[in-house]
């Protein structure tokens, strides 16, 4: 029965292990004992990537996600789990330019990629024109669903500049407008429970003005 | 300092800062990330190990055996505590079902094990690990088959909740014009964004949690209780919470799992409950039964009233009283009001936003559109028409604080383009959309509770503010910033605010909207023990002078209060017996406007206001956003949140973000909020009254009665989904 137990949990890091491989080619994955007196096996993979454009470098357990990565490595914590599950949103970060639910992608997966978080975007006292939008806009209450949101928020109105096309975008031939009913469509995958969706229109209305 | 007797003009109503919009000052933080929640607190103690909570996989009955051997050996593995090998923990008054120990199951996905390793991964991993073996027992899951056993409840002051006045039977059945209809709404999440989320650290026997809390000093005697403590042991530190609504007044699994995982894994443990379990594990917002008679002369005015309510609890106490708002709102001599209670076994049922009058207004508020049509009455009119003047209705004893619902429904009416909306439903057809308009009146109480705080001003001229007062997203750290600020004449920028931690005095903390107007009147009761305090150092009379501008002035004598060097002073606010002559309300006029397409009958909503009468309002921005958060709860209670209850297995199916939805940015429109400038003087000297509830209380009558004006379909079974109506829409033709 023991034994059962821990095929499971090595064969699930080996194939982890293989995923992660095929992402990052020029990783060599270590196979590290595990002093818990058993024979189990895990696997961790070294990471290169940037974040916030600094180079970083982790040896991370390939079942990481980039967002476990993100807070609980790097101790980035602006970054949000609110489901784990690719559900809220909360944990959107921009990788290549594109946003990503970070719990939905193992962090191995992303050798070589540039990360931004909010953490990128600007700081308290340095804030970037979306994050000044939401303060001045009320654009939150509890703040949780909000780092997520604002991350969208940028790379929403990016997606509508470059022409992207949605699902309720009516003209594809015109150039592409940055509506009330276009943010929102593009906004549905972060949730906020507080509801702070009409202020988030509006903050994301100011920029895409601006 | 005791409020016992009505507020006279004082300070606040020559306010500078109090009572302006102003942007949140931990606002900055939260935008870039740097605000620290629970399970974000890498720098408050080293070497933290991570917990997994197990749940249990019945719904009742006994564990007969937990295999965890493998779970113990596999690797990185810390610590196990299990439900075979433990006690069961202790209770508080705050929790209805057990959080942990011992091999009873009362309710699904209970904790029975917590897992510590070096990493979330391992634990998770080695949780899956275990092997448990259950005796399951039957349970009733269903609340129309515990209903007929149902008793009276009781409400929060004990109280029965039935009531009577007049002959309700005999003018029923003599009214002109009658209403008898039976709503129901479903169970509901709180489906806050932050999950249940606690660091705990031991020290010894000393206990600390940072964790996410609404209610500290609840928190800190309920864990005590709970692992049998000396209160005086805990500390809780809840700086940030991301999003409560009731669902974190009190301790939870969370907290337990991760103080025992700590003292077995002998350092500090962090849990993040995982998303799925939250659901089972937690509280939700009981389903009701609800039963509306309404009967009313041909002109309109309402002889009889009677609304009963019934929903059932795990223990069969502590009901959802959705019959709260009902004596209060409109006029009638002959009244029943009655809330029953039965025994379920499903989780835990406790407060989600405006408990009980939350579905409370989903069934009278849709009941009184009925009677406006019943009764060929404009429904604004309707209300109007029976408002309630001077005394509360259901309780001609009680006295009405400040009230202007008549007002809020006038003005809404007029700002919303009600006279646009075509009294017969199903009439108004814009090309493939049906589209309907929806009033409802709102009724939240607005209570005080006694709260404290501590000012110290530095010889420099800072003011820092410190209470356990909550921020629950709710703006308290700015409005308590404006309080002091206002109190001590400084300006907003040198006052800091540090809440949420049972080191500081004690305050009323969030909850039933009673949170803004109670802590900033306690911070107001510090500031002026501390303008004596300074008073006294410098010789003048600290009550008789004005500060403003860093300076302390009276009778033509002026003091910089920077001379009285640095001073800490702490103040509460407690409340005399006159406030209980009175019956303190918030009120609103809320407004909805809906698309529904009359091929697929999706409904949009287009538009919604909310005129809300609540006293002075503290910061306009921060509370209209209290406002529009509770319309779009609303908006989702209507439309489409329901946690689907397994009546085989006894639990909630949908426990996850993607099973049970709540509104997102497609489903809510620009939405408007309206204050009027009133003032409440029997509330407390601010005048100020809360509003994070009153905006749940109506919206969601006011959608499901813009569905109807669009369709001409009522649907009084909750949530509105297409399922309901597609078939009865109007010919497409
Ligand atoms: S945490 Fe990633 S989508 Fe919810
Ligand atoms: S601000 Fe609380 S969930 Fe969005």
Not at chain 2, 502 to 527: D, E, K, L, R
Request: aromatic share 6%; hydrophobic share 40%.
């Amino acid at each position: 029965m023991a034994q059962d137990g821990f095929l499971k949990v090595s064969r699930r890091g080996v194939l982890a292990g293989g995923v992660a491989s095929a992402a990052a080619s020029r990783a060599s994955i270590a196979f590290a004992q595990e002093n818990s007196g058993a024979s189990a096996v895990e696997a961790t993979v070294p990471l290169k990537f940037t974040v916030n454009g600094e180079d970083r470098q982790l040896d991370l357990d390939t079942r990481t996600t980039l967002l476990d990565a993100l807070r609980e490595h790097l101790q980035l914590t602006g970054t949000k789990k609110g489901c784990d599950h690719g559900q809220c949103g909360a944990c959107t970060v921009i990788v290549n330019g594109e946003r990503i639910n970070s719990c939905l992608s193992l962090a191995v997966q992303h050798e070589g990629d540039e990360v931004t978080t909010i953490e990128g975007l600007g700081s308290a006292d340095r804030l970037h024109p979306m994050q000044a939008a939401f303060v001045k806009h009320d654009g939150y209450q509890c703040g949780y669903c909000t780092p997520g949101q604002i991350c969208s928020a940028v790379a929403v109105l990016d997606e509508i500049r470059k022409g992207i096309p949605s699902h309720v975008t009516e003209d594809l031939d015109g150039a592409m407008q940055p509506s009330n009913v276009e943010m929102r469509e593009r906004m549905s995958g972060n949730i906020c429970r507080c509801g702070a969706y009409s202020n988030i229109a509006e903050a994301m209305a100011e920029v895409a003005g601006a | 300092m005791e409020f016992n007797a009505p507020a006279t003009e004082n300070l606040f109503d020559r306010a500078k800062l109090v009572g302006k919009s102003t942007p949140r000052i931990d606002g900055p933080l939260k935008v870039s990330g740097a605000a620290p929640y629970a399970a974000e607190r890498h720098d408050v103690v080293a070497g933290q190990a991570y917990g997994w909570i197990v749940g249990a996989a019945i719904a009742k009955g006994r564990i007969r055996s937990m295999e965890l051997g493998d779970a113990r050996r596999a690797p990185g593995v810390v610590a196990i505590v299990a439900a075979t090998e433990h006690e069961p923990v202790g209770t508080s008054p705050y929790n209805h079902a057990p959080l942990f120990g011992g091999r009873d199951i009362a309710h699904y996905h209970q904790a029975i094990a917590v897992v510590v390793a070096e990493t979330f991964e391992q634990a998770r991993a080695a949780a899956s690990l275990i092997r448990t073996q259950y005796d399951a027992a039957d349970g009733v899951h269903d609340l129309a088959r515990v209903k007929s056993a149902a008793k009276i409840g009781t409400g929060f002051s004990g109280e029965s909740m039935k009531d009577t006045l007049g002959d309700f039977d005999g003018a029923f059945g003599g009214a002109a014009v009658k209403i008898d209809a039976t709503y129901t709404t479903p169970d509901e999440a709180h489906a806050m964004m932050e999950p249940f989320a606690t660091i705990a650290a031991w020290e010894g026997d000393k206990l600390t949690v940072w964790t996410s809390n609404q209610m500290i000093n609840w928190g800190k005697r309920a864990l005590a209780s709970i692992l049998g403590i000396e209160a005086d042991n805990v500390r809780v530190d809840s700086p940030y919470v991301g999003g409560g609504f009731g669902g974190k007044l009190f301790i939870r699994a969370d907290a337990v799992m991760a103080a025992l995982g700590a003292k077995a894994a002998k350092r500090p443990v962090k849990i993040a409950m995982q998303r799925p379990l939250m659901f089972n594990n937690s509280t939700h917002r009981p389903a009701t039964i609800q039963r509306v008679r309404l009967g009313a002369g041909s002109d309109g005015r309402i002889t009889a009233i009677a609304h009963e309510c019934w929903s059932a609890n795990i223990t069969g106490e502590d009901g959802e009283h959705g019959t709260l708002q009902t004596p209060k709102l409109y006029t009638g001599a002959n009244r029943l009001t009655a809330s029953y209670v039965s025994q379920i076994d499903l989780p835990e049922g406790n407060a989600m936003r405006a408990p009980g009058e939350a579905p409370g207004h989903m069934a009278l508020e849709v009941a009184m559109d009925e009677l406006a049509e019943q009764a060929g009455i404009d429904p604004v009119e309707l209300r109007i028409l029976n408002d309630a003047h001077g005394v509360v209705p259901g309780d001609p004893e009680t006295k009405i604080s400040d009230r202007h619902l008549a007002r809020c429904l006038k003005e809404g009416a007029e700002r919303f383009g009600w006279s646009e909306r075509k009294a017969q439903p199903g009439q108004a057809r814009n090309g493939r959309w049906l589209t309907g308009m929806g009033v409802a009146a709102g009724y939240r109480a607005g209570p005080t509770a006694k709260s404290a705080a501590r000012v110290s001003l530095s010889a420099d001229g800072k003011l820092k503010v410190e209470t356990d007062m909550t921020d629950i997203g709710t703006g308290s750290y700015t409005i308590i910033a404006q309080t002091a600020a206002e109190t001590m004449g400084l300006p907003l920028d040198s006052v800091t605010v540090e809440l949420g931690d049972s080191n500081f005095p004690v305050s009323s903390g969030s909850g039933g909207q009673w949170g803004a107007a109670s802590s900033t009147a306690g911070v107001y009761a510090a500031c002026v023990n501390l303008r004596r305090m300074i008073g006294e150092k410098l010789g003048f009379d600290g009550d008789a002078a004005d500060f403003q501008g860093g300076l302390a002035t009276l009778d033509g004598q002026g003091w910089q209060i920077t001379e009285a060097g640095a001073l800490s002073a702490d103040g509460e606010m407690t409340y005399g017996d006159f406030k209980s002559d009175y019956d303190v309300g918030t009120y609103a006029a809320h407004f909805a406007e809906v698309r529904v397409d009359a091929f697929t009958g999706e409904v949009h909503i287009t538009r919604m206001l909310a005129v809300c009468d609540a006293g002075r309002i503290l910061n306009p921005l921060s509370a209209r956003s209290q406002v529009i958060g509770g319309m779009v709860m609303a908006a989702g209670a209507t439309l489409m949140e329901d946690l689907h209850v397994d009546k085989r297995f006894g639990f909630f199916a949908n426990h996850d973000l993607a099973g049970y939805e709540v509104p997102v940015h497609a489903d809510i429109p620009h939405q408007e909020c309206i204050f009027l400038d009133t003032l409440d003087p029997i509330v407390s000297p601010m005048k100020a009254k809360g509003v994070g509830e009153l905006g749940i209380c109506g919206p969601n009558a006011a959608v499901a009665n813009a569905v109807y004006n669009a369709t001409g379909v009522r649907v009084r079974e909750y949530p509105i989904t297409v399922d309901k109506y597609l078939d009865r829409l109007p010919a497409l033709a």
